[in-house]
T-cell receptor, first 112, second 116 residues
Framework: GENVEQHPSTLSVQEGDSAVIKCTYS??????FPWYKQELGKRPQLIID?????GEKKDQRIAVTLNKTAKHFSLHITETQPEDSAVYFC???????????FGPGTSLSVIP | GAGVSQSPSNKVTEKGKDVELRCDPI?????LYWYRQSLGQGLEFLIY????????KSGLPSDRFSAERTGGSVSTLTIQRTQQEDSAVYLC??????????????FGSGTRLTVV
């Protein structure tokens, strides 16, 4: 089955700096890669996703990139703000009707 | 309902007791998923329902865990003879038409289970 790895497990950045979280997946058939943000004590929420036919996607200060050959995908947050502090989970999905497999998470702290 | 509702929000139980956790998905969402999140850990898949059937229950950790869904709506996750390692937050999610590629999952706020 699919296995998703995520690095780093914790990340601290100064406010205004960029943050990058990297993930790898094992199943080359996976074709959908969502990212979820979980603030402390709250439920995970989808923030951005990318499909395998796209190499990059941006939404304001966040962007995701996908390298299908290497089976790598990354989340980039620019101009970080304290409210970006949360745990971020990358995930992979093989088919439309399937379960999402999550990475272990990255705890991001943005220091004011 | 407007969101995914889970009850109870907190449950403390003695080791060896059975517990039932309830999930009420968004009205009309055909797919329902249970995940477990241990303290500081990731989201561990348990079971997936499409309608009332469970095409994938591969994540259930042991035969002490079972789940059912009735009427294509409410789901109950049952843990028998609870153990301390069962302590975790149990999250339920639903997705419209069973495809998380459309709009992703909507998660409930979870049930925090503590086995003492």
């Amino acid at each position: 089955g699919e296995n998703v790895e995520q690095h780093p497990s914790t990340l601290s950045v100064q406010e205004g700096d960029s943050a990058v979280i990297k993930c790898t997946y094992s199943d080359s058939a996976s074709n959908y890669f969502p990212w979820y943000k979980q603030e402390l004590g709250k439920r995970p929420q989808l923030i951005i996703d990318i499909r395998s036919n796209v190499g990059e996607k941006k939404d304001q200060r966040i962007a995701v990139t996908l390298n299908k050959t290497a089976k790598h995908f990354s989340l980039h947050i620019t101009e970080t703000q304290p409210e970006d502090s949360a745990v971020y989970f990358c995930a992979a999905l093989k088919t439309s009707y399937d379960k999402v497999i999550f990475g272990p998470g990255t705890s991001l702290s943005v220091i004011p | 309902g407007a969101g995914v509702s889970q009850s109870p929000s907190n449950k403390v139980t003695e080791k060896g007791k059975d517990v039932e956790l309830r999930c009420d998905p968004i009205s009309g969402h055909t797919a329902l998923y249970w995940y477990r999140q241990s303290l500081g850990q990731g989201l561990e898949f348990l079971i997936y329902f499409q309608g009332n059937s469970a095409p994938d229950k591969s994540g259930l950790p042991s035969d002490r865990f079972s789940a059912e869904r009735t009427g294509g709506s409410v789901s109950t996750l049952t843990i028998q003879r609870t153990q301390q390692e069962d302590s975790a937050v149990y999250l339920c999610a639903s997705s419209i038409d069973g495809r998380p590629t459309n709009y992703g999952y909507t998660f409930g706020s979870g049930t925090r289970l503590t086995v003492v």
